[in-house]
T-cell receptor, first 114, second 117 residues
Framework: DAGVIQSPRHEVTEMGQEVTLRCKPI?????LFWYRQTMMRGLELLIY????????DSGMPEDRFSAKMPNASFSTLKIQPSEPRDSAVYFC????????????FGSGTQLSVL | AQTVTQSQPEMSVQEAETVTLSCTYD???????LFWYKQPPSRQMILVIR??????QNATENRFSVNFQKAAKSFSLKISDSQLGDAAMYFC??????????????FGTGTRLQVTL
């Protein structure tokens, strides 16, 4: 299995532009998580899906952030408009199910907003 | 809400020696999971070891072992026979046993481990 696949690995954009981050979870995994990592705040959960349905989006910073999971094999995290304070590493992780304690992480997307 | 605290921003160990990374957490729950994740420069988060709170026996994985003190809410990681490849950021994490919003991992701020020759 290729593991959790995220794209792009690096993204540089200008303030005000739309950014879309992509994630392909491990096949058969029913739970998907988006995390953000910054030096100041560490790893924060942004949103969690189970069976393609958002269960907890309380970590989404504000309305500029949105996430979708149109099917079991694909999820996106969109920022519109982007701001310099959104610069961070964004991780996607998947799990076999909500009762499964183990998360499998992708390699992350390094986002820089200038 | 649960919190996880790692009080050591950086640690250093000589190759072949043993090092212990500290982690404390705060929770009112009785059943939960605890984890140590390793993040090397490649950024990938790699699960090192996990512990179920209902188990009294400390988890071990080869050179990695934990000292789980449930009453003290302490969960330290011991790395024996340290190797250069162990150099990384180490994150302690907590997860409730429940589903829904309880399924999320709460991370500590991390400890950067350096391994010297």
């Amino acid at each position: 299995d290729a593991g959790v696949i995220q794209s792009p690995r690096h993204e540089v954009t200008e303030m005000g532009q739309e950014v879309t981050l992509r994630c392909k979870p491990i096949s058969g995994h029913n739970s998907l998580f988006w995390y953000r990592q910054t030096m100041m705040r560490g790893l924060e959960l942004l949103i969690y899906f189970n069976n393609n349905v958002p269960i907890d989006d309380s970590g989404m910073p504000e309305d500029r952030f949105s996430a979708k999971m149109p099917n079991a094999s694909f999820s996106t995290l969109k920022i519109q408009p982007s701001e310099p304070r959104d610069s961070a590493v964004y991780f996607c992780a998947s799990s076999p199910g909500p009762l499964h304690e183990k998360l499998f992480f992708g390699s992350g997307t390094q986002l820089s907003v200038l | 809400a649960q919190t996880v605290t790692q009080s050591q921003p950086e640690m250093s160990v000589q190759e072949a020696e043993t090092v212990t990374l500290s982690c404390t957490y705060d929770t009112s729950e009785s059943d939960y999971y605890l984890f140590w994740y390793k993040q090397p420069p490649s950024r990938q988060m790699i699960l090192v070891i996990r512990q179920e709170a209902y188990k009294q026996q400390n988890a071990t994985e080869n050179r990695f072992s934990v000292n789980f003190q449930k009453a003290a809410k302490s969960f330290s990681l011991k790395i024996s026979d340290s190797q250069l490849g162990d150099a990384a950021m180490y994150f302690c994490a907590y997860r409730s046993e429940g589903t829904g919003t309880a399924s999320k991992l709460t991370f500590g701020t991390g400890t950067r481990l350096q391994v010297t020759l």
